[in-house]
């Protein structure tokens, strides 16, 4: 049940009363500590905010406190798989269940309130990426938008697509079925084998022909946290005439500012939930690749926008109007937020892969070092003679459970076999965001000493 949220009106008299209706879903300072309410004749004011959690000089106490999850003993390094959510994000769903909880497109009061507060999440999520919301669909899951957006997509018999098998599954098993439906020549774009695979533009020149209709890759692994240089890439691709470049941010959009005019994509697909915000997810098209998407939605409904063909019955409304939230976290001043996240980021895999580089019986899978232009803070490693589930089983049962990693493959089931050659058992993954601290990561250190032994 959501707690109890206090407007506070300005002035020398205040009056401290539940939120307006004009508060809407706004994120704003919750007051329920003041319970009951305190009411002050010489209090000069009090102005209910949003107040921004990340400024040009990161403050970890203040980023920790917007995230009701960071208030118990657990440490999350497992957030490649999902960050936690703010506390604005939480609020706003709730306030919409409560309130507003009504279909779409209706003329009364709350049906007109409901309908606003979903297309202010669309606009505020094509805002974040700058587009137009002409341009994103919002759906379920990454893996979901890729499959739904595959089954738009057509293409010549005989047409060419090049596949990176350094990508999560989600942006690889779609094109596959495609490739079959639709009798096309798959290309697969497999780096060098080695520790640190990387998808380089120059590693097009012998795969991209005249032939070639799309091609798939990551901006950064889930495994291996390279960054791969997405607007080269983008550049070589649209070398070919008609050629179309898709690309899966998941890993990358919990860690850097995306502008995906830019990068120059075709599709650009990310979830939310991986940036602090609801369990939904976003995909844009450019103004060339949306020609190329046919509607899937009913033959009576309008055709024009992406959200139009993609969208179907629409995406969760309570979750679509909670990502105004999000963007609030971020400031008035977004590009100086996340700068000085990937400054404390790259602090925090300085020391990480500081330590990891420092032990002989340690590979990194990936980037090695800590050059936050290089890579993103999630890591994965193997250790030698040791298989990656035990020591992650290790570190559990030394930190009763409070210290959260993992191992696997991540669903990278083809770049861990066919490039890593790691096959089941993976790497061992800590995935770290702008809310872990140093001393987290020193405390991990400190376990896998243990495990391992010291250096």
């Known amino acids: 049940m959501c707690s109890p949220k206090w407007k506070v009106k300005v002035g020398r008299d205040n009056v401290v009363k539940p939120s307006s209706e004009e508060w809407g879903n706004y994120p704003y300072i919750s007051l329920n500590s003041l319970n009951p309410p305190v009411y002050s004749s010489n209090c000069i004011a009090i102005v209910a905010f949003p107040k921004p959690a990340i400024m040009s000089s990161f403050d970890i106490a203040t980023a920790r406190e917007k995230f009701p999850a960071l208030n118990q003993p657990q440490v999350f390094f497992d957030n490649a798989g999902g960050s936690q ?45 700058n587009a137009s919301t002409d341009n994103i669909v919002l759906g379920s899951s990454t893996t979901s938008l890729f499959r739904t957006l595959s089954f738009s997509l057509s293409f010549p018999a005989g047409s060419e697509i090049i596949i990176s098998k350094v990508d999560h ?12 439906r639709q009798n096309l020549a798959i290309k697969w774009w497999s780096p ?110 309008p055709s024009s926008t992406l959200q139009d063909k993609l969208g179907l019955a629409g995406s969760c409304y309570e979750l679509t109007a909670s990502i105004p939230a999000v963007l609030a976290y971020f400031g008035d001043k977004p590009s100086e937020s996340w700068a000085a996240i990937e400054q404390h980021e790259g602090k925090l895999q300085s020391t990480l892969l500081e330590y990891l580089n420092a032990r002989s019986d340690v590979t990194i899978c990936g980037e090695p070092s800590p050059d936050t232009k290089k890579r993103v803070s999630t890591i994965g490693f193997v250790v030698k003679g040791r298989k990656s589930k035990d ?23 083809r770049l861990a076999d066919e490039i890593l050659s790691l096959q089941y058992d993976g790497v061992v993954r800590v995935s770290m965001v702008h809310y872990n601290t140093l001393d987290e990561v020193k405390q991990l250190i400190e376990l896998f000493d243990k495990v391992l032994g010291k250096v």
């Open 169 to 180: 599954e989600a942006n690889i098993a779609s094109w596959v079925d495609l490739a079959a």
């Open 85 to 129: 959510t703010l506390g604005i994000v939480i609020d706003s769903i709730c306030n919409y269940l409560s309130k507003t909880n009504v279909q779409l497109g209706a003329t009364y009061a709350v049906g007109k309130k409901s309908t606003a507060s979903y297309e202010s999440g669309y606009a505020a999520a094509a805002k974040y990426i």
């Open 192 to 301: 060098k084998a080695g520790t640190n695979p990387k998808l380089e533009a120059s590693d097009l020149k012998d795969l991209l022909s005249e032939k070639t209709v799309l091609v798939t890759c990551t901006h950064a692994s889930n495994i291996l946290g390279t960054i791969h240089d997405i607007a080269a890439i983008a550049e070589a691709v649209h070398n070919i005439r008609g050629a179309l470049l898709c690309v899966d941010a998941v890993a990358y959009a919990p860690h850097r500012h995306i502008d995906v005019k830019a990068l120059g994509v075709d599709f650009y697909c990310f979830s939310w939930y991986k940036v602090y915000g609801p369990h939904i997810s976003m995909l844009y098209a450019s103004l060339t690749a949306l020609k190329s998407v046919k509607s899937l939605g009913h033959h009576f409904n």
């Open 391 to 413: 020591v992650v089983e290790a570190v559990d049962e030394l930190s009763n459970g409070e210290m959260g990693i993992r191992w696997g493959t991540f669903y990278s089931v």
